[in-house]
């Protein structure tokens, strides 16, 4: 992964495949970490299943053998001395945890944050996202489900929305 918010797609991406309806993505950063967490409501692993998800060899997926997400993430944590974590009820929900130390020199870049999200809402409009980034000078918080509230029948991906999303974020 070339930055962090493609690590957040790669993981959102899995919380959609385990059928979660409900994806909450909070970043977090400060002058010495960036603090990333996925919290999803999807099906859950079991334990042993836990204890195997970081193992780029293994997967559930039927499509090829090995998933390389958790694991990539994991190690590039691990790279800036950060801290990893992850935590998944069967039928409840998975939370991933992934803190990066912004001062080493491998710390990958955080990326385009809010181009990450609006990918995510375009190309899944009937889930439910709450994003929020907070830095030292910027709290932005979205709930979709309050944002389809207002929208009624207006589609939740829809260009002008969509263009409402990036001013709401850009200030």
Not at 30 to 49: A, S
Not at 105 to 127: A, K, S, V, W
Not at 146 to 153: D, P, R, S, W, Y
Request: aromatic share 6%; hydrophobic share 40%.
């Amino acid at each position: 992964m070339r930055d962090i918010s493609l690590h957040i797609l790669d993981i959102a991406q899995n919380s959609i495949n385990a059928n979660a309806s409900l994806i909450e993505i909070s970043v977090i950063e400060t002058d010495y970490d960036i603090e990333v967490v996925i919290r999803d409501n999807g099906k859950g692993m079991t334990e042993e299943e836990l204890a195997k998800a970081i193992d780029p060899f293994y997967t559930t997926r039927k499509t090829r053998k090995v998933g390389l997400g958790l694991s990539l993430l994991k190690h590039n944590v691990e790279l800036t001395s950060g801290k990893f974590a992850i935590e998944s009820q069967l039928n409840k929900g998975t939370i991933v945890k992934a803190t990066f130390n912004r001062t080493s020199i491998d710390c990958l870049p955080l990326g385009d944050l809010l181009e990450t999200f609006i990918t995510l809402i375009i190309l899944h409009p009937d889930i439910d996202f709450i994003f929020t980034h907070k830095t030292s000078i910027k709290d932005y918080h979205l709930d979709t489900r309050e944002l389809k509230a207002i929208l009624n029948e207006i589609k939740i991906n829809e260009i002008p929305v969509i263009n409402w999303i990036r001013e709401d974020y850009n200030g």
